[in-house]
């Protein structure tokens, strides 16, 4: 079966500093790979998306790359600020259903801590 | 605003009862999902339904029920089957450009 690997130690960096996360998955390449950010107590809030086809995609400091031969996405924060600091989830789908909502599964999050 | 609401937030259930969780969207999306969050680990999938009337099991089914009556609600049942039901349940929709969550429900055994 499918399977995602984040790294499980958390991740400090100093503010003003890229951030970035790394995601494996072991099997077939996904049709697509999301992530998410969860902050304490909270629900994971979507951030992007990112097709087999797209090597990369950005938002606003955001940036996310992804390699069907490596099977990593890299996940990359520029000028990072506190605010920041939460856990960010990693998800691919496990089923061709994606028009239609497919199902997700998650990797078990890399916890981020910028320090001012 | 459209969002999705999960009620309670904190849940106490005695040895042997069942109780239900409420999720309610009104984001107009057919699927609909429940995760199961522990400790340390990533969101495993109970149940998930891609229409009204229609739900399939997820990777940790066993112990938990669902119903799909309605587009907007998806509750789930945590039964006296759950052996170990002390967990963080988050709820979720999408229209299949990521997910939307719930802001979970925190159930403990006492």
């Known amino acids: 079966s499918q399977k995602i690997e984040q790294n499980s130690e958390a991740l400090n960096i100093q503010e003003g500093k890229t951030a970035t996360l790394t995601c494996n998955y072991t099997n077939y390449s996904p049709a697509y790979l999301q992530w998410y950010r969860q902050d304490p107590g909270r629900g994971p809030v979507f951030l992007l998306l990112?097709?087999?086809?797209?090597k990369e995609k950005r938002k606003e400091r955001l940036k996310v790359t992804f390699d069907t031969t490596l099977k990593q996405s890299l996940f990359h924060i520029t000028a990072s600020q506190p605010a920041d600091s939460a856990t960010y989830l990693c998800?691919?789908?496990?089923?061709?259903?994606?028009?239609?909502?497919?199902?997700?599964?998650f990797g078990q999050g890399t916890e981020l801590s910028v320090k001012p | 605003d459209g969002g999705i609401t999960q009620s309670p937030k904190y849940l106490f259930r005695k040895e042997g009862q069942n109780v239900t969780l409420s999720c309610e969207q009104n984001?107009?999306?057919?699927?609909m999902y429940w995760y199961r969050q522990d400790p340390g680990q990533g969101l495993r999938l109970i149940y998930y339904?891609?229409?009204?009337?229609?739900?399939q099991k997820g990777d940790i089914a066993e112990g938990y029920s669902v119903s799909r009556e309605k587009k907007e609600s998806f509750p789930l049942t945590v039964t006296s089957a759950q052996k170990n039901p002390t967990a963080f349940y988050l709820c979720a929709s999408t229209d299949g450009t990521g997910y939307t969550f719930g802001s979970g429900t925190r159930l403990t055994v006492v």
């Open positions: 339904s891609q229409i009204v009337n229609d739900f």
């Open positions: 998800a691919l789908d496990q089923s061709s259903f994606y028009n239609q909502g497919g199902k997700l599964i």
């Open positions: 984001l107009n999306h057919d699927a």
């Open positions: 990112i097709r087999e086809n797209e």
